[in-house]
């Protein structure tokens, strides 16, 4: 039987990031090294790597992120990036999207504790909840699936000019000019690769930032989205 993974102190980074919510941080990165390995959310091996990998990574997505918008993290699984990013902005409405029932409680569970009253999690596929979500300004995303398939998910769920932030690796560059086809037909008019955190991570985490024009997914999303709005207005007079 191998040894529990020990979580390890927080970097001096971190309180930087944090500010006056590194207590919040500590606690939830406590609640990923426990019960989020109890439950399967994260793996074991991940427990060391907490805080450089996963809290730090994901916290300076703020960086990038505009003042006071309506935020949507899809697939967000055990909360990342949505609850560091919710932590070190309380500024943001942010929605966290996740279809797994075990991921929606833990969420809950969190959002709860840590006191996120800013946060909202919502048990669904994006594409299920496609014209019942209200567009965001901003979507986000960590790893969930290659640009092409992700932007297929995140992308409709935008309000129009809005845009999607993507965390990914180092293949950023190569997953963009692959995805350059499927992008422009789901209505994006500009993409580029940020780095944030320079001086807090090591690396500097990578960011794909898609930005949409008028109609976000494109056509036929907008229909979608049309007909999602008629059922909803002819719900409500009933």
């Not at 919502?122 to 790893?143: I, S």
């Not at 991570?201 to 999602?228: I, Y």
Request: net charge neutral.
């Amino acid at each position: 039987m191998t040894e529990e993974a020990e979580l390890p102190q927080a970097p001096t980074e971190a309180q930087a990031v944090f500010g006056e919510f590194f207590p919040e941080a500590v606690r939830y990165a406590e609640l990923l090294a426990d019960a989020g390995v109890k439950r399967g959310l994260i793996g074991p091996r991940e427990v060391p790597r907490l805080w450089e990998r996963h809290l730090l990574n994901c916290a300076v997505l703020s960086e990038v992120v505009p003042e006071g918008v309506t935020v949507c993290d899809v697939g967000s699984g055990a909360g990342l990036p949505g609850i560091p990013l919710a932590l070190v902005r309380p500024d943001l409405k942010i929605t966290l999207l996740e279809p797994l029932l075990r991921r929606t409680n833990f969420l809950q569970e969190v959002v709860e504790l840590l006191g996120l009253d800013h946060v909202t999690v919502v048990r669904g596929r994006a594409e299920e909840v496609l014209g019942t979500l209200q567009p965001v300004h901003v979507v986000t995303a960590r790893a969930v699936a290659p640009l092409d398939r992700l932007a297929g998910w995140g992308v409709p769920l935008l309000r129009p000019y809005g845009e999607m932030l993507a965390l990914k690796g180092g293949t950023a560059e190569e997953e963009i000019q692959g995805a350059r086809a499927a992008l422009s037909k789901l209505g994006v008019v500009e993409t580029e690769v940020l780095h944030v955190g320079e001086g807090l991570v090591e690396p500097a985490s990578t960011v794909v930032r898609v930005v949409v024009g008028e109609s976000p997914g494109g056509v036929r999303f907008a229909a979608k989205r049309a007909k999602a709005a008629r059922v909803s207005r002819t719900r409500r007079r009933r």
